[in-house]
Structures are given as C-alpha cells and as structure tokens.
C-alpha cells in the first residue's frame, strides 16, 4: 500500500482484495500492568528457570501483584518462556521431522567455530518488549552475530545466522534448542552440507548453558539497568554493549581472557 500512488487507497484495497478495515487497523500493544508483571517474571525466570504458571502467580502475589493463571500463562507463552521439569518420555525426540540430536555431549570444546550455539530471549523496554536472538562460539565466548526482533518468527534467526556465516564461515555444529524457529525446513536447509545441527534435550537448560548465562549476563548488566525506550534506542545500547563484551570485557571461564583474542587463533 502507497499513500502517494495515483490510485486511491480504496482502488490499491480492491485491486489487493485486502478489506480497507485490515488496512486501518492498528494492533493493541500490552498494557504497562502487563509489561511490568513480564519484566519482573523475566527477572525471576533468569533465577529459577523451573517456575511454572502457578510458581509466577504466588511470585507475583508475594510482590502484592494479584492475577490469575489464565492471564500469567498468556503472558508467559508471549513471552516465549518454557519451565524446565522433568516430562514423560525424556528419551524419545519429538514428532517434528527437523528434531535432531544433542552432539555436544562429551565433546571436547578446543577450537573456535568448532560449536556455536544460538538462542532466542525475551528483552524488556519502557513501552513494549521485543525478541534478542544471538550466536555464541562456544570455545572463546565470543558473539559472532545477534540481532532482535518484535516476533518469534523464524525468518530472524535465519538472518542471524546468515550475518554470522557471512563474516566469519561455517561453524563445525550449531546447537540450539527445540523451538519451532529451528525444527524448520528453511533452517535445516540452511546449515546442509556445511555444518551439523545439534539440538538440546527436551526441557534441558544446561545443554545450552553458555548462551543461557550470557542472557544472564547481557540483562543484569545492560538491558535490566538500562531499559530502552523503543527499538532503535535497544538496538545502539545493545551494539554498544556486544562491543564491550566481545573486545573488553575479560571472561573468567576462558581463563580471564578477552572472547576475540581467544577467538583470533581461528586458522
């Protein structure tokens, strides 16, 4: 649709068989009673990553916030936030025809891109929330793309990894968890031939372990003392922060090295 096309909005609506009334209306975004329980169910999430439904609703009650289950799993789905418990039938891999095996499991981490791992969270702001995606290599802790995102649609993650590809080459393996974003065609198809999907169990956090404390450490450290405005204003301060934690900050589980001089030794 073009305001400034010599066709009228009413003949572009016709010619598009799009009903003018889809073209006018403006989604509703989360009211900031919403936004406020999110941010505070993120921050207990990053804590205690088994909290379900009910564990949110009496946390939230603690906090002198009263509401009910319904609306606390609505915005836990929203979220994109899953409680990590024990589920029947742990051995057995999902019906998805994309699921595919954990390989990181004893492997021997001793190279860059040997493993990357990417991974999707939630980020708060002031008025409204989008999505972070990220790819870490898991030898030197270094973030070779990110990008965010106001949906959980796959087509970002592909454009992470696209950008990460793009500058630094394919990685032996990508392991990410079992989210519908990656038991795609588009992302099998992506990495084929090049690099080997690894994807964690069921309801397993600690196979992705590495990504999960960088939320850890992007969120206390920047987005939670920092909260942006808009998406432009998260965008710069979460550019200028991956700066800082890439080339400045020392990383005490690499030895108190910086994430690009273990990087750098790529062949």
């Not at 009496?58 to 899953?82: A, P, T, W």
């Not at 920047?222 to 800082?244: C, N, T, W």
Request: positive net charge; contains cysteine.
């Amino acid at each position: 649709m073009d305001r400034n096309h010599k066709l009228s909005l009413r003949k572009q609506c016709c010619v598009l068989e799009v009903p003018r009334s889809s073209y006018y209306f403006e989604p509703k975004g989360e009211s900031k009673e919403n936004l406020e329980i999110m941010r505070l169910m993120d921050i207990h999430y990053l804590k205690h990553p088994t909290s379900g439904v009910l564990t949110m609703q009496d946390h939230l009650k603690d906090l002198g916030i009263e509401v009910n289950h319904k609306r606390v799993r609505r915005l836990i789905r929203l979220m994109g936030l899953e409680a990590i418990y024990p589920k029947k039938k742990l051995s057995i891999l999902g019906d998805g025809n994309y699921i595919r095996p954990y390989l990181l499991k004893g492997l021997k981490i001793e190279r860059p891109n040997q493993a990357w791992a990417i991974d999707i969270t939630y980020v708060p702001m002031r008025k409204g929330f989008m999505y972070l995606t990220a790819i870490i290599d898991l030898y030197s802790r270094f973030v070779v793309a990110w990008g965010i995102s106001n949906s959980l649609a796959s087509n970002a993650c592909l454009k992470v990894a696209e950008e990460a590809v793009e500058r630094y080459g394919w990685p032996q393996i990508i392991n990410s968890d079992q989210g519908s974003q990656f038991t795609s065609k588009e992302w099998t198809e992506f990495w084929k031939g090049n690099t080997q999907i690894s994807m964690d169990g069921k309801g397993r956090a600690i196979d992705n372990i590495f990504i999960e404390r960088l939320w850890r450490t992007v969120k206390y450290n920047h987005i939670y003392l920092h909260p942006a405005q808009d998406g432009k204003e998260l965008y710069e301060g979460l550019k200028i922060y991956f700066q800082y934690y890439n080339y400045q900050r020392s990383h005490q589980g690499i030895n108190r090295q910086k994430p690009y001089k273990r990087y750098q030794q790529v062949a």
